[in-house]
């Protein structure tokens, strides 16, 4: 069965910083560019940050740009995106999502993405 699954979300202070994982299994990251999306309550999926399948360029919204750093570890078919500096506005349910792309580019365009997390919620209050 091919899936992607995230884990790491939860309730965290403003200021805090949470680490969201998206592991693969069934089939290898290798080949695809990984997206984070989120979705708030009442508004519309976003992209968040995206990574390159080939020499790991990143992307980022320019609401999380230098708060949130996205990674890859392709040995254990996994993606990260830690998220620092947290704001209750980041509050929303993250999805990743993998573009079969054998290139240096990424997008938030959803129609490219192949494969769909079922999301994690992350919460920022006090």
């Known amino acids: 069965q091919l899936q992607l699954v995230e884990s790491g979300g939860g309730l965290v202070q403003p200021g805090g910083s949470l680490r969201l994982s998206c592991a693969a299994s069934?089939?290898?990251?290798?080949?695809?560019?990984i997206g984070w999306f989120r979705q708030a309550p009442g508004k519309e999926r976003e992209g968040v940050s995206c990574?390159?399948?080939?020499?790991?360029?990143?992307n980022f919204v320019d609401s999380v740009k230098g708060r949130f750093i996205i990674s890859r570890d392709n040995a254990k078919n996994t993606v990260y995106l830690q998220m620092n500096s947290l704001k209750p506005e980041d509050t929303a349910v993250y999805y990743c999502?993998?573009?079969?792309?054998?290139?240096?580019?990424?997008?938030?365009?959803?129609?490219?993405?192949?494969?769909w997390g079922q999301g994690t919620q992350v919460t920022v209050s006090s």
């Open positions: 069934g089939f290898t990251l290798d080949y695809f560019a």
């Open positions: 999502a993998a573009d079969l792309r054998l290139d240096t580019s990424c997008s938030y365009n959803e129609v490219d993405y192949d494969y």
């Open positions: 990574i390159s399948s080939r020499a790991g360029s990143t």
